[in-house]
Structures are given as structure tokens and as C-alpha cells.
């Protein structure tokens, strides 16, 4: 296989697994380099992932569990060694994109770990525990993003870390309801009891006002987490600065379906749809170009 054909077989796992509005705004010239890291990065949360059609808090027997593990392990040593995969079309697209945009090694294996902790860990003690999941899980992909587009000041990096730990935030409390089904919580344990929640409550899809007191502080903290990292948006070039801005404006969006359904995602997972898509394009175009009037403003 060639390098046209293993980025072609890249592409065509990222067209059949990708949503909107996942690199609708990618450079034509950097797409199939996305396409690679998407494949590398879906194929792994797969492996994490697979057999989760398990029963509520069901738990996989020791075997499944080391399969799953084995095969995250190979897809590491992949990773860290290209001669033991020069016929893996995803790595062989992938080690060519590391080389040509000299990406940290360490941002795939962060990956790796995270995708690791989903199959051995269910369970967190506290807010660091769940911000060092987020580091893992959420973070690689903002930077590696800005590391293709040679974007990264620390300014643009640290930003890029806040909105992807919000993004992912936002997602564990969207999905909490999804989570359970696949034995994951990740409310905080020390949180929970803070708060007088306990899991035999959620397992049950009980709604109570503690839940939703717990639930707005979640909430609360991760649209702080999304304000530190809005000033990304205005450091960027066209057309990341849009594509940033629109993950931006889904990401709080999603908190704000959260609020309008009183915070009680034990009952319905809100969604971002396609009607939302006006609304996200007007509010990012918005402030792209009352950002770009002020600084000329002040030139003058």
C-alpha cells in the first residue's frame, strides 16, 4: 500500500464515522493529515469502547477486558516504533503526518492513556481526577489541531486546553444518562456526597433537587472554563477562526439546552441539531467581525 492509498483509507474512516461540524472548515491541504489523526484517534475509542452493548452496571468478564487492553497496547507499539506497521494504513499515513508537522509523540500517547482509563476506570474521586481525564482524553486534539495549522503560542495552546477540557465537560453532562447504561460516572464522588446524590439514584433515574443543584454547579464551572479560553477565537486565521468558533458557541450551547430542561439529563440527553446551525453560524460570524471592527477602530 501506498501513502495516497493509506490516506485514502483514512478519509474514508473519517467520512463514515464524522459528524457535523467536525472538518467542514479544514484547509483542503491539511484535511488528509486530520483524516489520519481521526482514524488513529477512532480506531483506539473503539477498542476502549467495543462490547458496550453490556447491561446497566453489567460487568465484561476478565478476558474481554484483556483483549480490549492488548489491543490499545498494539496500537502503542504502532505508535512508538513505524517498522512494526509499515503495512497499517492508518499509521502509515500517521507517521508521515508526524514527521511532516513534527507533532509531539506525547499528545497520541496521552490519547492512548486516556482510552486505557476508559476500560479500567469508571469511577472519580474528585474534580483533579476528572480535569487529568480531560487533559488526556480532550486536550492532544485542540493541540494537535493548532500544531497542523503551526499555531501554537502559549497563549493559543492554553486557551485550546481550556475549551477542549469544557467540551468535554459538557459532554459528561449531557451523556450522563448514556454513561450509566455503559457503568461510567463522572460526577465527582466527593461532589456527590457534598451534594447528598448517591449512585443508586442515578442508576434509578432519580431527579431530585440535589441532583439539579449538583448539576448547575457542574455546569457553572465549565462555562468559566469556557470564557478562559474564548480568546482563542481572536489569535486565529480564517478558516480555523471560524471552525474554533463554532465548536466554541456548540459547546456552551449544549450547557444552555442543559438549563432549559432544569439540568435533569438522568431523563433526556440534549443535543445540538441542525436547527441550531443558523443560530451557531450568526453568533460566530458575529463575533469575528465585531472583533475585527474594534481592532480597527482602535488602529485609527
Known amino acids: ?22 472538518g467542514l472548515l479544514v484547509a483542503k491541504n491539511l484535511a488528509p493529515h486530520v483524516h489520519a489523526i481521526y482514524a488513529f484517534s477512532r480506531i483506539a475509542d473503539d477498542y476502549a469502547d467495543e462490547g458496550y452493548s453490556l447491561k446497566e452496571k453489567e460487568r465484561e468478564d476478565e478476558q474481554k477486558r484483556k483483549k480490549r487492553l ?15 506497521c509499515a503495512k497499517n494504513p492508518v499509521f502509515l499515513a500517521l507517521h508521515d503526518t508526524i514527521e511532516k508537522f513534527q507533532l509531539p509523540l506525547n499528545l497520541f ?26 487533559k488526556k482524553s480532550a486536550n492532544p486534539i485542540g493541540r494537535l489541531v493548532l500544531y497542523l495549522h503551526r499555531q501554537t503560542t502559549d497563549l493559543q495552546l492554553l486557551s485550546s486546553d481550556c475549551i477542549c477540557t469544557a467540551l468535554q465537560l459538557a459532554n459528561f453532562w449531557q451523556d450522563i444518562s448514556i454513561d450509566l447504561k455503559k457503568n461510567r460516572i463522572y460526577l465527582p464522588k466527593d461532589e456527590m456526597e457534598q451534594y447528598k446524590v448517591n ?7 432519580h431527579f431530585s433537587s440535589n441532583f439539579r443543584d449538583l448539576l448547575s454547579f457542574q455546569v457553572k464551572r465549565t462555562e468559566e472554563l469556557f470564557d478562559k479560553g474564548k480568546v482563542l477565537i481572536d489569535t486565529l486565521g480564517w478558516p480555523l477562526k471560524l471552525e474554533i468558533a463554532l465548536t466554541w458557541y456548540g459547546g456552551k450551547t449544549i450547557l444552555d439546552k442543559i438549563k432549559k430542561i432544569n439540568y435533569n439529563t438522568l431523563a433526556s440527553r ?31
Open 1 to 22: 500500500m501506498n501513502l495516497t492509498e493509506a490516506y485514502s483509507y483514512c478519509k474514508h474512516i473519517a467520512s463514515h464515522y464524522e459528524n457535523f461540524p467536525v
Open 70 to 84: 492488548d489491543s490499545l497496547e498494539t496500537w502503542r507499539a504502532y505508535l512508538l516504533d513505524p517498522k512494526l
Open 109 to 134: 500517547t496521552d490519547l492512548l492513556d486516556a482510552f486505557k482509563q476508559d476500560v479500567l476506570k469508571d469511577r472519580y474521586e474528585n474534580f483533579e481526577e476528572v480535569l487529568n481525564y480531560c
Open 199 to 205: 449512585e443508586a439514584e442515578l442508576f434509578a433515574r
Open 270 to 300: 440534549p443535543k445540538l441539531g441542525y436547527k441550531d446551525i443558523p443560530s451557531l453560524l450568526f453568533k460566530s460570524l458575529r463575533r469575528i467581525y465585531r472583533k475585527r471592527a474594534n481592532q480597527e477602530i482602535a488602529f485609527f
